[in-house]
Each structure stands twice: as structure tokens, then as C-alpha cells.
């Protein structure tokens, strides 16, 4: 399944490997293409099997991870469309081997989208992560001299969750607000629901006070017997977004494009905005 991301200019998978964790991954696209490549042989073996979904296991990719230091044009990049940077059962010595790699890659801007906000939290804040962080970065050494992190969070990551019902929302974005990080968004894909972001709390606004969020992408389902994402919902987003002044994204409606419009409009508008950084 090729579904083309619209908000990002590259994607980088540097891990393998996935599990479900809420109704978002129901048809998981990652899921999907990982077992319709899991023969002997091919690159999802092991990590998928077809007709059952993911095995369970997760790994990092020591031959994929050095793929950003050798693009020299600055992209943004989303980090793993195929698994989730911060899934329970990654040691954060592996995580640090990503970090490291987009801390000698400041050219580029990262994008890591979790549905685990909780143990991203705990990596970001915890004191030790630059340190190891700078040990990893000496493995590219051959690559790229390795150099001391400078500024913590890292300038060039952007970390966000996935909100694709208003149960997710109330749980993953208090913990993305409290999470150290240089910009943060929510991906409200698939959207499954009207979600309330909260303008002058998670939003910028009136009563707002400490980390709001920088920028909101939203998008419909893909797969065979999606839910429909209803125009409304994706107006409730646009207008939210509005008020508070925060960036809005819309990607596309999924499988199910409202009639008589196109599938990345919404009333015959696109909305490609990005965060000013």
C-alpha cells in the first residue's frame, strides 16, 4: 500500500517492527506493507506475517540509520512510517543510536509521531539521555565527525502524538505538553471522531499558560471498511486552528473523499501550513 504523505518531504524507517496500542493502528497501513513483505528474504520478515499482523518484534536497522547524513539538501523527515520511535520494547540505548543521528544531521528537520507519549516523556527528560546521545554519535564517526549536543532538546526534532479520538487526545496530549521538546503537533490521523483541542489550554488562546501545541495535522482513514472521516470534524479542526493562530495541516480524506470536493480540500480550501521555525 503506497499512500503518499503529504506533510513531510522524506521518510526515513531506521526501525522495524510494531504492535497495535489503540483503534488509529486498526488499519495500519505500517502493518499492512510490512506483512505483504515478510516472505523469507524480504525486509519484513519476522516482523510481520500475512493474515496475522505483527509478530511482536522490534528492532533497530544498523544499516538504515546513517541514510539522513547522507542527504545533503535539507528535508523534513518523518521518522519511521513504519513502527513508532518509542515503543515499549526499544531499549532507549537503541533510541539513542536515532537521536544521534539526527543530532548530526541539523540541516534536516525530524518529525517523530508516537502513540506512546509516556515513554518519549521519560526519554526526553531524563538527565542522562544527551550524554548517550553524544557516546552514540561516534559510531558515525567515518560518516560525520561526531560533536557535542549544543542544545537540548534538539532544535531540529519535532515531537508529536497521534489523536484520532477525543479518549486519545485527553490522554496522549497533557503528556506531549510536558514532554521537553522544540515544536510539538498533533496528528489527528486518522481522524475517527470529533476531537476538541482545547483552545486556551492545548491550544494558544485566552487563559493559556505554559507549552501549547505549534501545529495540528488532520487526515481521514485508509484501508478496506474505514470508518468515514465526516466533513464536519475536519471543519471543527480547520476552525479551531484558526482561533488560536496554530498551524493546520490537512492531508487528505482517506478512502471515502466527500463528494464533489477533492480529496485534500476542505470546502475547496487546502490548508498546507507548517510551524514557523
Sequence with gaps: MDVKIEWTEATWNP???????????????????????????????GYAEAGVGWTGKVEVQGDKLPQPLTWTEPKRIFVNSIADVFHESLPKEQIDRVFAVMALAPQHIFQILTKRPKQMQDYMADAGTPARIEAAMSDFAMIKPSRKIDQWPLRNVWLGVTAENQKEADRRIPLLLETPAA??????EPLLDKVDLKV??????EGAS?????????????GKDVKVCQEDWARDLRDQCAKAGTPFFWNHFGAHAPAGEAARQIDGVMHEALPKV
Design 15 to 45: 526501525i522495524y517492527g510494531c504492535t497495535r496500542k489503540s483503534l488509529a493502528c486498526k488499519h495500519c497501513y505500517a502493518e499492512t506493507t510490512t506483512a505483504e513483505n515478510a516472505a523469507p528474504g524480504q525486509w519484513g520478515h
Design 200 to 205: 486556551g489550554a492545548w491550544l494558544p488562546g
Design 210 to 222: 505554559g507549552a501549547t501545541l505549534d501545529w495540528i495535522v488532520g487526515g481521514g482513514e485508509f
Design 183 to 188: 515544536v510539538r503537533w498533533v496528528a489527528a
